[in-house]
């Protein structure tokens, strides 16, 4: 009887221990198991060079949302089209300027809003129209290296 005891112990013990992993693994991973409290907008830029998807989004200095998808855009095929989550209950003006930014001099990139004036906000699906690519340090660089700096 007690070795049926101790193995109901243990087992029990076990399924806890893998529920605990379960449940970091989510929150770690940043996944969404049960729907999410975001909404989601668009923009097309340039050049996203660096940027990479789960860079953050930042509005005054806050952490707002992430970048969900990076891919070609469909319409142009010569423009980057970037997808961003945005937390519910964050307004975003139709007039932001979305600018590619980095943390620091050689840091991670992310997506910086600096809101505009107007009254309409963006809706799920939205897009953004005003953006500034990502600067290429590697490509100054080069350029002042090799003498074409204008």
Same mark, same amino acid.
């Given at each position: 009887?007690?070795?049926?005891? /101790?193995?109901? #112990?243990?087992?029990?013990?076990?399924?806890?221990?893998?529920?605990? /992993?379960?449940?970091?693994? $989510?929150?770690?991973?940043?996944m969404?198991? $049960?729907?999410?409290?975001?909404?989601? +907008?668009? *923009?097309?830029?340039?050049?996203?060079?660096?940027?990479?998807?789960g860079?953050?989004?930042?509005? *005054?200095?806050?952490?707002?949302? #992430?970048?969900?998808?990076?891919? /070609?855009?469909? *319409?142009?095929? @010569?423009?980057?089209? %970037?997808?961003?989550k945005?937390? @519910?209950? +964050?307004?975003i #003006? @139709?007039?932001?300027? *979305?600018?590619?930014? &980095?943390? =620091?001099?050689?840091?991670?990139?992310f $997506?910086? /809003?600096?809101?505009? =004036?107007?009254?309409?906000?963006?809706?799920? =699906?939205?897009?953004?129209?005003? &953006?500034?690519s990502?600067?290429?340090?590697?490509?100054? %660089?080069?350029?002042?290296?090799?003498?074409?700096? @204008?």
């Amino acid at each position: 009887m007690n070795s049926a005891k /101790l193995e109901l #112990t243990v087992g029990i013990f076990m399924l806890i221990g893998i529920l605990c /992993l379960g449940y970091l693994s $989510i929150k770690l991973g940043k996944m969404e198991l $049960i729907g999410s409290n975001n909404y989601r +907008i668009s *923009a097309r830029f340039d050049s996203v060079s660096g940027l990479k998807p789960g860079a953050r989004i930042e509005l *005054a200095g806050v952490e707002v949302g #992430t970048v969900e998808r990076i891919g /070609l855009s469909n *319409a142009s095929g @010569d423009q980057a089209e %970037v997808t961003m989550k945005i937390k @519910d209950g +964050i307004k975003i #003006t @139709d007039d932001v300027i *979305a600018s590619v930014r &980095t943390s =620091g001099i050689i840091g991670d990139k992310f $997506i910086k /809003l600096k809101p505009g =004036g107007s009254d309409q906000l963006l809706k799920n =699906g939205g897009k953004i129209r005003e &953006t500034e690519s990502a600067i290429d340090i590697e490509e100054l %660089v080069s350029k002042f290296i090799h003498g074409k700096v @204008d």
